[in-house]
Protein backbone atom coordinates (compact mmCIF):
# COMPACT_ATOMS: atom_id res chain seq x y z
CA UNK A 1 0.00 0.00 0.00
CA UNK A 2 1.37 3.59 -0.51
CA UNK A 3 2.74 5.71 1.75
CA UNK A 4 2.99 8.47 -0.07
CA UNK A 5 2.13 12.04 1.30
CA UNK A 6 -0.65 13.31 -0.37
CA UNK A 7 -1.30 16.70 1.11
CA UNK A 8 -0.96 19.45 -1.56
CA UNK A 9 -0.82 23.43 -0.72
CA UNK A 10 -0.17 24.96 -3.72
CA UNK A 11 -0.79 25.61 -7.07
CA UNK A 12 1.75 25.33 -10.31
CA UNK A 13 1.67 28.85 -11.95
CA UNK A 14 4.48 30.44 -14.42
CA UNK A 15 6.85 27.62 -13.72
CA UNK A 16 6.45 27.76 -9.60
CA UNK A 17 4.47 26.36 -6.73
CA UNK A 18 2.86 29.38 -5.57
CA UNK A 19 0.01 29.36 -2.61
CA UNK A 20 -3.52 30.05 -3.85
CA UNK A 21 -5.48 33.05 -3.11
CA UNK A 22 -7.79 30.92 -0.96
CA UNK A 23 -7.16 28.69 2.00
CA UNK A 24 -10.02 26.19 1.45
CA UNK A 25 -8.71 22.58 0.60
CA UNK A 26 -10.36 19.87 -1.39
CA UNK A 27 -10.29 16.49 0.50
CA UNK A 28 -8.84 13.55 -1.36
CA UNK A 29 -10.61 10.01 -0.35
CA UNK A 30 -9.38 6.47 -0.78
CA UNK A 31 -13.04 5.07 -2.08
CA UNK A 32 -11.50 1.21 -0.76
CA UNK A 33 -11.31 2.63 2.67
CA UNK A 34 -13.36 5.75 3.02
CA UNK A 35 -11.06 7.33 4.32
CA UNK A 36 -8.96 10.77 3.73
CA UNK A 37 -5.54 10.28 2.34
CA UNK A 38 -4.96 13.97 0.60
CA UNK A 39 -5.34 17.56 0.02
CA UNK A 40 -5.15 20.05 -2.71
CA UNK A 41 -5.65 23.70 -3.17
CA UNK A 42 -9.50 24.88 -3.83
CA UNK A 43 -8.10 27.66 -6.24
CA UNK A 44 -9.90 30.77 -7.51
CA UNK A 45 -10.81 32.54 -10.32
CA UNK A 46 -8.00 34.96 -9.79
CA UNK A 47 -5.61 31.85 -9.61
CA UNK A 48 -7.42 30.81 -13.16
CA UNK A 49 -6.23 34.39 -14.00
CA UNK A 50 -2.62 34.25 -13.27
CA UNK A 51 -2.42 31.12 -14.86
CA UNK A 52 -3.57 31.66 -17.82
CA UNK A 53 -1.89 35.10 -18.05
CA UNK A 54 1.10 33.34 -17.54
CA UNK A 55 0.42 31.15 -20.50
CA UNK A 56 -0.48 33.69 -22.34
CA UNK A 57 3.03 35.09 -21.54
CA UNK A 58 4.90 31.76 -22.70
CA UNK A 59 3.07 31.05 -25.87
CA UNK A 60 5.21 31.86 -28.80
CA UNK A 61 3.22 31.64 -32.06
CA UNK A 62 6.86 31.17 -34.22
CA UNK A 63 7.96 28.26 -31.66
CA UNK A 64 9.92 25.94 -33.73
CA UNK A 65 9.67 22.34 -34.58
CA UNK A 66 12.81 21.55 -32.74
CA UNK A 67 11.94 23.19 -29.54
CA UNK A 68 8.49 21.60 -30.21
CA UNK A 69 10.25 18.04 -29.84
CA UNK A 70 12.89 19.36 -27.53
CA UNK A 71 10.04 20.39 -24.82
CA UNK A 72 8.23 17.13 -25.82
CA UNK A 73 10.98 14.71 -25.73
CA UNK A 74 11.87 16.25 -22.10
CA UNK A 75 8.14 15.65 -20.73
CA UNK A 76 7.76 12.55 -21.73
CA UNK A 77 10.83 11.24 -20.58
CA UNK A 78 10.28 12.78 -16.86
CA UNK A 79 6.61 11.49 -17.02
CA UNK A 80 8.00 7.99 -17.54
CA UNK A 81 10.38 8.31 -14.46
CA UNK A 82 7.03 8.71 -12.37
CA UNK A 83 5.17 6.39 -13.22
CA UNK A 84 5.48 3.38 -10.59
CA UNK A 85 4.26 6.38 -7.97
CA UNK A 86 1.59 7.67 -10.14
CA UNK A 87 0.39 4.05 -10.43
CA UNK A 88 0.41 3.85 -6.61
CA UNK A 89 -1.38 7.03 -6.00
CA UNK A 90 -3.64 6.07 -8.92
CA UNK A 91 -4.66 2.91 -6.82
CA UNK A 92 -5.03 5.14 -3.50
CA UNK A 93 -7.23 7.78 -4.91
CA UNK A 94 -9.91 6.37 -6.96
CA UNK A 95 -9.33 2.41 -6.37
CA UNK A 96 -8.05 0.76 -9.89
CA UNK A 97 -6.80 -2.08 -9.27
CA UNK A 98 -2.89 -2.60 -8.91
CA UNK A 99 -2.98 -4.82 -12.20
CA UNK A 100 -4.82 -2.16 -14.05
CA UNK A 101 -3.24 0.97 -12.29
CA UNK A 102 0.51 -0.60 -13.54
CA UNK A 103 -0.67 -1.35 -17.28
CA UNK A 104 -3.64 0.58 -18.47
CA UNK A 105 -3.27 3.61 -16.17
CA UNK A 106 0.17 4.14 -16.80
CA UNK A 107 1.43 2.18 -19.92
CA UNK A 108 -1.71 3.03 -22.36
CA UNK A 109 -0.76 7.40 -21.25
CA UNK A 110 2.90 6.15 -22.05
CA UNK A 111 2.50 4.91 -25.33
CA UNK A 112 0.20 7.44 -26.24
CA UNK A 113 2.75 9.77 -25.59
CA UNK A 114 5.03 8.21 -28.10
CA UNK A 115 2.56 8.29 -30.30
CA UNK A 116 2.29 11.71 -29.83
CA UNK A 117 5.99 12.18 -30.25
CA UNK A 118 6.20 10.14 -33.63
CA UNK A 119 3.41 12.24 -35.01
CA UNK A 120 5.18 14.96 -34.41
CA UNK A 121 8.58 13.42 -36.05
CA UNK A 122 6.74 12.61 -39.21
CA UNK A 123 4.24 15.79 -39.27
CA UNK A 124 4.17 18.19 -42.31
CA UNK A 125 3.42 21.97 -41.24
CA UNK A 126 2.91 23.41 -44.62
CA UNK A 127 1.63 22.15 -48.12
CA UNK A 128 0.86 23.82 -51.34
CA UNK A 129 -2.56 23.86 -52.79
CA UNK A 130 -2.22 25.44 -56.15
CA UNK A 131 -0.88 28.78 -55.73
CA UNK A 132 -1.30 28.96 -52.01
CA UNK A 133 0.77 28.04 -48.93
CA UNK A 134 -1.28 25.87 -46.72
CA UNK A 135 1.01 26.34 -42.70
CA UNK A 136 -0.31 24.89 -39.33
CA UNK A 137 0.77 27.15 -36.35
CA UNK A 138 -0.26 26.00 -32.97
CA UNK A 139 -3.40 27.16 -31.51
CA UNK A 140 -2.33 29.30 -28.34
CA UNK A 141 -3.71 29.18 -25.00
CA UNK A 142 -5.41 25.30 -23.76
CA UNK A 143 -7.59 25.00 -21.49
CA UNK A 144 -7.60 21.46 -20.10
CA UNK A 145 -10.57 20.28 -18.11
CA UNK A 146 -10.06 16.76 -16.98
CA UNK A 147 -12.20 13.43 -15.37
CA UNK A 148 -11.02 10.82 -12.96
CA UNK A 149 -11.67 7.80 -14.43
CA UNK A 150 -8.50 7.39 -16.15
CA UNK A 151 -6.67 10.74 -14.68
CA UNK A 152 -3.12 10.51 -16.21
CA UNK A 153 -4.09 9.12 -19.18
CA UNK A 154 -6.83 12.37 -20.12
CA UNK A 155 -4.05 14.80 -18.88
CA UNK A 156 -1.41 12.89 -21.60
CA UNK A 157 -3.91 13.05 -24.00
CA UNK A 158 -4.66 16.93 -24.12
CA UNK A 159 -1.05 18.33 -22.35
CA UNK A 160 1.62 16.14 -24.84
CA UNK A 161 -0.32 17.30 -27.98
CA UNK A 162 -0.23 20.39 -26.83
CA UNK A 163 3.43 20.78 -26.05
CA UNK A 164 3.42 19.28 -29.41
CA UNK A 165 1.72 21.40 -31.20
CA UNK A 166 3.46 24.68 -29.28
CA UNK A 167 0.81 25.62 -27.32
CA UNK A 168 0.75 26.20 -23.76
CA UNK A 169 -1.80 24.76 -21.46
CA UNK A 170 -3.68 25.60 -17.37
CA UNK A 171 -4.84 22.46 -16.84
CA UNK A 172 -7.70 21.27 -14.38
CA UNK A 173 -7.91 17.88 -12.81
CA UNK A 174 -10.86 16.28 -11.17
CA UNK A 175 -11.68 16.92 -7.34
CA UNK A 176 -12.08 12.95 -7.09
CA UNK A 177 -8.55 11.82 -8.59
CA UNK A 178 -6.45 14.92 -8.60
CA UNK A 179 -3.14 13.89 -6.93
CA UNK A 180 -1.68 11.86 -10.00
CA UNK A 181 -2.38 15.01 -11.80
CA UNK A 182 -0.09 16.92 -9.05
CA UNK A 183 2.74 13.98 -9.53
CA UNK A 184 2.50 14.29 -13.98
CA UNK A 185 2.80 18.27 -13.18
CA UNK A 186 5.49 18.00 -10.54
CA UNK A 187 7.45 15.79 -13.30
CA UNK A 188 6.69 18.18 -15.91
CA UNK A 189 8.28 20.65 -13.43
CA UNK A 190 11.45 18.73 -13.37
CA UNK A 191 11.16 18.40 -17.27
CA UNK A 192 12.37 21.78 -17.47
CA UNK A 193 9.56 23.45 -19.67
CA UNK A 194 9.60 26.77 -19.68
CA UNK A 195 7.85 28.99 -17.11
CA UNK A 196 4.11 29.50 -18.09
CA UNK A 197 4.05 26.40 -20.93
CA UNK A 198 2.09 24.18 -18.20
CA UNK A 199 -0.21 25.51 -15.42
CA UNK A 200 -2.03 23.55 -12.89
CA UNK A 201 -5.27 25.12 -11.16
CA UNK A 202 -7.22 22.89 -8.75
CA UNK A 203 -10.75 23.25 -7.64
CA UNK A 204 -14.12 23.03 -7.87
CA UNK A 205 -15.52 22.96 -11.66
CA UNK A 206 -18.18 25.89 -11.36
CA UNK A 207 -15.59 27.58 -10.32
CA UNK A 208 -12.13 26.71 -11.64
CA UNK A 209 -13.48 24.83 -15.11
CA UNK A 210 -16.44 27.72 -15.72
CA UNK A 211 -13.67 30.54 -15.64
CA UNK A 212 -11.34 28.97 -17.48
CA UNK A 213 -14.12 28.09 -20.33
CA UNK A 214 -15.11 31.82 -20.46
CA UNK A 215 -11.86 33.26 -20.60
CA UNK A 216 -11.63 35.47 -23.36
CA UNK A 217 -7.26 34.90 -23.35
CA UNK A 218 -8.25 31.18 -23.33
CA UNK A 219 -8.10 30.35 -27.49
CA UNK A 220 -9.19 26.44 -26.93
CA UNK A 221 -10.90 24.56 -24.49
CA UNK A 222 -10.60 20.44 -24.47
CA UNK A 223 -12.88 18.76 -21.97
CA UNK A 224 -13.18 15.25 -21.01
CA UNK A 225 -16.37 14.74 -18.85
CA UNK A 226 -20.46 14.19 -18.65
CA UNK A 227 -22.68 15.34 -21.57
CA UNK A 228 -24.13 17.29 -19.41
CA UNK A 229 -21.58 19.32 -18.01
CA UNK A 230 -19.96 19.38 -21.84
CA UNK A 231 -22.84 21.03 -23.02
CA UNK A 232 -22.13 24.11 -20.00
CA UNK A 233 -17.96 24.22 -20.82
CA UNK A 234 -19.64 24.78 -24.57
CA UNK A 235 -22.08 27.17 -24.06
CA UNK A 236 -19.79 29.09 -21.84
CA UNK A 237 -16.62 28.73 -25.14
CA UNK A 238 -19.46 30.15 -27.39
CA UNK A 239 -19.59 33.32 -25.62
CA UNK A 240 -15.80 34.45 -26.98
CA UNK A 241 -15.86 32.09 -30.31
CA UNK A 242 -13.30 29.80 -28.93
CA UNK A 243 -12.70 26.64 -30.10
CA UNK A 244 -13.99 23.46 -28.40
CA UNK A 245 -13.21 19.82 -28.18
CA UNK A 246 -15.73 17.63 -26.08
CA UNK A 247 -14.88 13.67 -25.12
CA UNK A 248 -18.10 13.30 -23.33
CA UNK A 249 -20.34 9.95 -22.48
CA UNK A 250 -21.10 6.67 -24.49
CA UNK A 251 -23.77 4.09 -24.08
CA UNK A 252 -21.37 1.87 -26.75
CA UNK A 253 -22.87 -1.31 -28.36
CA UNK A 254 -20.85 -4.75 -28.61
CA UNK A 255 -22.78 -6.05 -31.37
CA UNK A 256 -22.32 -10.16 -32.25
CA UNK A 257 -23.84 -10.86 -35.24
CA UNK A 258 -24.60 -14.64 -36.71
CA UNK A 259 -21.75 -16.93 -37.28
CA UNK A 260 -19.18 -14.61 -34.71
CA UNK A 261 -17.32 -16.52 -32.74
CA UNK A 262 -20.03 -15.87 -29.47
CA UNK A 263 -17.43 -17.34 -27.05
CA UNK A 264 -14.81 -14.83 -27.49
CA UNK A 265 -17.53 -12.05 -28.47
CA UNK A 266 -19.08 -12.53 -25.20
CA UNK A 267 -15.75 -13.11 -23.44
CA UNK A 268 -14.07 -10.36 -24.52
CA UNK A 269 -17.16 -7.69 -24.40
CA UNK A 270 -17.54 -8.84 -20.40
CA UNK A 271 -14.05 -7.73 -20.05
CA UNK A 272 -14.64 -4.43 -22.08
CA UNK A 273 -17.76 -3.75 -20.07
CA UNK A 274 -16.10 -4.27 -16.80
CA UNK A 275 -12.74 -2.36 -17.27
CA UNK A 276 -12.00 0.24 -14.42
CA UNK A 277 -14.59 -1.40 -12.85
CA UNK A 278 -16.96 -0.24 -15.93
CA UNK A 279 -15.46 3.78 -15.22
CA UNK A 280 -14.89 3.86 -18.82
CA UNK A 281 -16.50 6.36 -21.51
CA UNK A 282 -15.89 3.66 -23.77
CA UNK A 283 -17.21 0.80 -22.31
CA UNK A 284 -19.25 -1.54 -23.94
CA UNK A 285 -22.01 -1.77 -21.98
CA UNK A 286 -24.62 -3.32 -24.14
CA UNK A 287 -24.26 -6.53 -25.67
CA UNK A 288 -26.31 -7.47 -28.35
CA UNK A 289 -26.64 -10.67 -29.25
CA UNK A 290 -28.93 -12.93 -32.08
CA UNK A 291 -32.07 -13.86 -30.18
CA UNK A 292 -31.38 -17.54 -31.87
CA UNK A 293 -27.95 -17.88 -29.44
CA UNK A 294 -29.42 -15.42 -26.74
CA UNK A 295 -29.17 -18.15 -23.76
CA UNK A 296 -26.45 -19.61 -24.87
CA UNK A 297 -24.94 -15.74 -24.95
CA UNK A 298 -26.23 -15.57 -21.39
CA UNK A 299 -24.56 -18.55 -19.95
CA UNK A 300 -21.30 -17.81 -20.85
CA UNK A 301 -21.39 -14.18 -19.56
CA UNK A 302 -22.48 -15.50 -16.13
CA UNK A 303 -19.65 -17.98 -16.21
CA UNK A 304 -17.10 -15.47 -17.01
CA UNK A 305 -18.56 -13.25 -14.40
CA UNK A 306 -17.74 -15.43 -11.90
CA UNK A 307 -14.32 -15.11 -12.53
CA UNK A 308 -14.59 -11.18 -11.26
CA UNK A 309 -12.83 -10.71 -8.02
CA UNK A 310 -14.11 -7.56 -6.03
CA UNK A 311 -12.11 -6.31 -3.15
CA UNK A 312 -9.16 -4.46 -2.34
CA UNK A 313 -7.48 -2.79 -5.10
CA UNK A 314 -4.08 -3.63 -3.76
CA UNK A 315 -4.88 -7.34 -4.07
CA UNK A 316 -2.81 -8.67 -7.17
CA UNK A 317 -5.40 -10.92 -7.78
CA UNK A 318 -8.23 -8.18 -7.47
CA UNK A 319 -9.74 -7.42 -11.00
CA UNK A 320 -12.71 -5.01 -9.97
CA UNK A 321 -12.06 -2.29 -7.19
CA UNK A 322 -14.52 0.37 -5.72
CA UNK A 323 -16.62 2.83 -7.70
CA UNK A 324 -14.77 5.89 -7.71
CA UNK A 325 -16.58 8.36 -4.74
CA UNK A 326 -19.16 7.83 -2.86
CA UNK A 327 -21.40 9.67 -5.25
CA UNK A 328 -20.48 7.37 -8.00
CA UNK A 329 -21.18 4.33 -5.94
CA UNK A 330 -24.93 5.55 -5.04
CA UNK A 331 -25.25 6.56 -8.83
CA UNK A 332 -24.48 3.01 -9.48
CA UNK A 333 -26.76 1.26 -7.33
CA UNK A 334 -29.70 3.63 -8.12
CA UNK A 335 -29.45 2.38 -11.78
CA UNK A 336 -29.52 -1.54 -10.73
CA UNK A 337 -32.26 -0.79 -8.46
CA UNK A 338 -33.68 1.40 -11.36
CA UNK A 339 -33.19 -1.22 -13.76
CA UNK A 340 -34.96 -4.14 -11.46
CA UNK A 341 -38.16 -2.35 -11.73
CA UNK A 342 -38.21 -1.53 -15.64
CA UNK A 343 -38.56 -5.42 -16.09
CA UNK A 344 -34.81 -6.22 -16.76
CA UNK A 345 -34.40 -9.40 -15.19
CA UNK A 346 -30.79 -9.65 -13.16
CA UNK A 347 -28.82 -12.38 -13.83
CA UNK A 348 -25.81 -12.12 -11.70
CA UNK A 349 -24.60 -9.13 -9.31
CA UNK A 350 -26.90 -6.64 -7.88
CA UNK A 351 -26.82 -3.63 -5.25
CA UNK A 352 -26.86 -5.84 -2.36
CA UNK A 353 -23.78 -4.69 -0.07
CA UNK A 354 -20.25 -6.11 -0.76
CA UNK A 355 -18.47 -4.73 1.94
CA UNK A 356 -18.94 -2.84 5.25
CA UNK A 357 -16.28 -0.11 3.87
CA UNK A 358 -15.47 0.83 0.53
CA UNK A 359 -17.82 2.01 -2.71
CA UNK A 360 -17.82 -1.58 -4.00
CA UNK A 361 -20.41 -2.70 -6.40
CA UNK A 362 -21.10 -6.50 -7.60
CA UNK A 363 -20.13 -7.10 -11.29
CA UNK A 364 -23.82 -6.75 -12.75
CA UNK A 365 -25.08 -8.32 -15.83
CA UNK A 366 -29.08 -7.79 -17.05
CA UNK A 367 -30.83 -9.75 -19.25
CA UNK A 368 -34.23 -9.27 -21.40
CA UNK A 369 -33.42 -5.25 -21.18
CA UNK A 370 -35.68 -3.22 -23.38
CA UNK A 371 -33.39 -1.27 -26.08
CA UNK A 372 -35.46 2.45 -25.01
CA UNK A 373 -35.33 1.59 -21.20
CA UNK A 374 -33.04 4.09 -18.79
CA UNK A 375 -30.12 1.13 -19.09
CA UNK A 376 -30.61 0.53 -22.49
CA UNK A 377 -29.70 4.26 -23.10
CA UNK A 378 -28.06 6.15 -20.65
CA UNK A 379 -24.67 5.77 -18.80
CA UNK A 380 -24.01 3.92 -15.67
CA UNK A 381 -20.54 4.17 -15.44
CA UNK A 382 -20.08 1.26 -13.25
CA UNK A 383 -19.66 -2.89 -13.55
CA UNK A 384 -23.25 -2.92 -15.32
CA UNK A 385 -23.92 -5.16 -18.72
CA UNK A 386 -26.70 -4.85 -20.14
CA UNK A 387 -27.55 -7.91 -22.41
CA UNK A 388 -30.29 -7.34 -25.56
CA UNK A 389 -31.22 -9.74 -28.06
CA UNK A 390 -32.07 -8.78 -31.58
CA UNK A 391 -33.84 -10.34 -34.07
CA UNK A 392 -32.43 -9.64 -37.48
CA UNK A 393 -29.41 -7.76 -38.88
CA UNK A 394 -31.78 -4.71 -39.71
CA UNK A 395 -33.04 -5.12 -35.54
CA UNK A 396 -29.51 -4.90 -34.38
CA UNK A 397 -28.49 -2.07 -36.58
CA UNK A 398 -31.65 -0.03 -35.06
CA UNK A 399 -30.60 -0.81 -31.54
CA UNK A 400 -27.20 -0.47 -32.04
CA UNK A 401 -27.88 3.43 -33.38
CA UNK A 402 -30.76 3.67 -30.49
CA UNK A 403 -29.07 6.22 -28.20
CA UNK A 404 -28.22 9.30 -28.20
CA UNK A 405 -24.85 8.54 -27.92
CA UNK A 406 -21.88 7.23 -30.49
CA UNK A 407 -18.28 7.27 -29.02
CA UNK A 408 -17.08 3.07 -28.89
CA UNK A 409 -18.19 -0.17 -29.58
CA UNK A 410 -17.59 -3.56 -31.54
CA UNK A 411 -18.66 -5.72 -34.12
CA UNK A 412 -18.13 -9.43 -34.18
CA UNK A 413 -18.95 -11.93 -37.41
CA UNK A 414 -17.83 -14.49 -39.11
CA UNK A 415 -15.70 -12.87 -41.65
CA UNK A 416 -13.86 -9.34 -41.43
CA UNK A 417 -15.88 -8.17 -44.36
CA UNK A 418 -18.98 -8.72 -43.00
CA UNK A 419 -18.40 -7.14 -39.69
CA UNK A 420 -16.70 -3.85 -41.26
CA UNK A 421 -20.15 -3.60 -43.58
CA UNK A 422 -22.09 -3.54 -40.40
CA UNK A 423 -19.73 -1.40 -38.89
CA UNK A 424 -19.89 1.53 -41.35
CA UNK A 425 -23.65 1.81 -40.69
CA UNK A 426 -23.33 2.32 -36.84
CA UNK A 427 -23.32 5.93 -35.44
CA UNK A 428 -20.01 5.91 -33.66
CA UNK A 429 -16.91 7.16 -33.44
CA UNK A 430 -14.35 3.71 -33.11
CA UNK A 431 -15.18 0.38 -33.41
CA UNK A 432 -13.30 -3.44 -32.74
CA UNK A 433 -13.55 -5.83 -35.99
CA UNK A 434 -13.95 -8.84 -34.46
CA UNK A 435 -11.43 -8.53 -31.57
CA UNK A 436 -8.91 -5.63 -33.62
CA UNK A 437 -6.43 -4.22 -31.11
CA UNK A 438 -5.82 -1.05 -29.20
CA UNK A 439 -4.15 0.99 -31.44
CA UNK A 440 -3.03 4.36 -29.31
CA UNK A 441 -2.54 6.06 -32.68
CA UNK A 442 -6.24 6.04 -33.93
CA UNK A 443 -8.50 8.98 -33.38
CA UNK A 444 -11.17 8.72 -30.80
CA UNK A 445 -13.86 10.42 -30.60
CA UNK A 446 -17.70 10.62 -31.25
CA UNK A 447 -21.06 11.06 -33.33
CA UNK A 448 -23.92 12.52 -31.45
CA UNK A 449 -23.88 13.34 -27.91
CA UNK A 450 -20.76 11.90 -27.41
CA UNK A 451 -18.73 14.93 -28.50
CA UNK A 452 -16.97 16.95 -30.75
CA UNK A 453 -13.45 16.73 -32.18
CA UNK A 454 -10.77 13.88 -32.10
CA UNK A 455 -8.17 12.96 -29.71
CA UNK A 456 -4.62 11.01 -30.03
CA UNK A 457 -2.36 10.41 -33.36
CA UNK A 458 -2.66 13.03 -35.87
CA UNK A 459 -5.98 13.67 -35.74
CA UNK A 460 -5.68 14.37 -32.09
CA UNK A 461 -2.58 16.79 -32.86
CA UNK A 462 -4.46 18.54 -35.57
CA UNK A 463 -6.62 19.81 -33.36
CA UNK A 464 -4.37 21.95 -31.53
CA UNK A 465 -3.49 23.37 -34.95
CA UNK A 466 -4.80 26.67 -36.44
CA UNK A 467 -4.64 26.66 -40.28
CA UNK A 468 -3.38 29.49 -42.30
CA UNK A 469 -3.83 30.14 -46.18
CA UNK A 470 -1.18 32.06 -48.12
CA UNK A 471 -2.18 32.82 -51.62
CA UNK A 472 1.41 33.18 -53.65
CA UNK A 473 1.28 35.60 -56.67
Avoid at 59 to 81: H, N, Q, T, W, Y
Avoid at 361 to 388: C, K, N
Amino acid sequence: MSIHDYHRTELFIDGGWVSPHGTEAIEVVDPATEQVIGTVPSGSEADVDAAVGAARRAFDPLISVAERRDRLDAAISAMEKRLPDIAETITSEMGAPVRIAQSVQTQVPLAVARAFSDTLAHFEFEERIGNSLVVREPYGVVAAITPWNYPLYQVVAKVIPAIAAGCTVVLKPSNEAPLSVFEFVEALADAGLPPGVVNLVSGPGRVIGERMAAHPDVDFVSFTGSTGVGSRVGELAGRTVKKVALELGGKSANVILEGADLTAAVKVGVANAFLNGGQTCMAWTRMLVPQSRYGEALEIAEAAVSKYTVGDPWHPGTRIGPSASECQYHSVLGFIERAQRDGARLLTGGAEKVSDAGYFVAPTVFADVDPDSELGQEEVFGPVLAVIPFRDTDDALAIANGTPYGLSGAVWAADDDTAIAFARQVQTGQLDINGGKYNPAAPFGGYKKSGIGRELGRFGFEEYLQVKSLQLP
